[in-house]
């Protein structure tokens, strides 16, 4: 029997996304674009692996916001703020298995928009129209609430901007477009997040991110 997807060559390789052996060709072509790929499958982790030893840097036109800019030291003082959104993306990714690197990010992008707007004085919202990218934008809207909320009890006004969270976001958004391969399927920014905020270490300090 030739390989399911092309009908030309001889599947060589189990594929656990679809449950029976495909060829070598579409297993590279089609993987985390067509297949959506489980993170324990060997031919992924080894792709994975090439990918992280032949890292290129983002090019100028790839970074997300290119005019804003930001230190890194702003970014450690607000770990905690940016700790808290990432741990947030998990959290919805826990409960909705089908999400991706690019819902998280068009979520990301699109609450980066709307606290700029904020910054301005105007008050402009848009969401995602995709349903994933759209509850994960109104569940990180929700934590950025409770973050205010607690910022206001503890010293009586809260002293979180919404310039100061459009640059987190920002930051966020960076570190997804680092992570991620760029595949439609692909979740390497989602495991990457998942692999600094390990469920063993819940109740510890949590670990700082990376500036990309």
């Known amino acids: 029997m030739p390989c399911p997807i092309c009908s030309k060559r001889k599947p060589e390789r189990f594929c656990p996304a679809k449950g029976e052996k495909i060829c070598a060709v579409c297993c590279g072509t089609e993987r ?8 324990h499958c060997v031919y992924l982790l080894r792709a994975h692996r090439y990918e ?6 983002i090019v100028p036109d790839e970074v997300p916001f290119p005019d804003v800019e930001f ?3 702003f970014i450690h003082e607000h770990q905690p703020v940016v700790s808290g959104l990432a741990e947030a993306i998990l959290e919805f990714a826990a409960g909705q298995p089908a999400l991706v690197d690019a819902d998280a990010m068009a979520a990301l992008a ?3 928009e709307t606290h700029r707007t904020l910054d301005s004085g105007l008050y402009y919202e848009r969401p995602p129209d995709a349903a994933l990218p759209h509850a994960l934008y109104r569940e990180l809207a929700r934590s950025i609430q409770k973050f205010k909320q607690r910022d206001a009890e503890r ?3 809260s002293s979180l901007r919404d310039t100061a969270l459009f640059y987190l976001l920002v930051f966020l958004l960076r570190v997804a477009r680092s992570r991620t391969n760029g595949r439609p399927r692909s979740r390497r920014f989602l495991e990457f997040l998942d692999a600094q905020f390990p469920q ?8 700082r991110i990376i500036v990309p």
């Open 32 to 39: 985390e674009v067509t297949l959506d790929c489980p993170s």
């Open 52 to 57: 992280d030893e032949h890292r290129k840097p």
């Open 71 to 73: 230190s890194p030291d």
């Open 110 to 112: 699109a609450l980066a």
């Open 155 to 157: 010293t009586g006004f």
């Open 200 to 207: 063993s270490a819940a109740e510890h300090e949590a670990p």
